[in-house]
Nanobody
Framework: HVQLVESGGGSVQTGGSLKLSCAAS????????MGWFRQRPGEEHEGIAA???????????FYTDNVKGRFTISRDSAKTTIHLQMNNLDLGDTARYYC????????????????????WGQGTQVTVS
């Protein structure tokens, strides 16, 4: 039974930083893709960062343009946890953030597609003011 639990959300001022974490259980990271999505009120889920676990231990990371250079996705394989370090936050980053996982090595074109991911956490709220 795959379970994803996000933590680390909260309120922060513009220009500040937050680090989100996603604790995964019920599967091993090998060959999975992990993603971070966010949803603003009244909008669809937006994929913002993804990590494709490498077969030789080297992960590939991907970002959308609106977070590139500010957000960093990483993996702590020993604890089966992924993180999203968010720096220089602005008002547009206010959203509920979700962790997602899929047991396939998704192609680049699907890494930010909500429907490509089978497993989801409940989300954690980030408010920037």
């Amino acid at each position: 039974h795959v379970q994803l639990v996000e933590s680390g959300g909260g309120s922060v001022q513009t220009g500040g930083s937050l680090k989100l974490s996603c604790a995964a259980s019920g599967f091993t990271f090998k060959s999975y893709c992990m993603g971070w999505f966010r949803q603003r009120p009244g909008e669809e889920h937006e994929g913002i960062a993804a990590l494709r676990i490498g077969g030789v231990g080297v992960d590939s990371t991907f970002y959308t343009d609106n977070v590139k250079g500010r957000f960093t996705i990483s993996r702590d394989s020993a604890k089966t946890t992924i993180h999203l370090q968010m720096n220089n936050l602005d008002l547009g980053d206010t959203a509920r953030y979700y962790c997602a996982a899929d047991p396939h090595s998704l192609p680049d074109a699907l890494l930010f597609r909500r429907r490509a991911f089978n497993y989801w956490g409940q989300g954690t709220q980030v408010t920037v003011s």
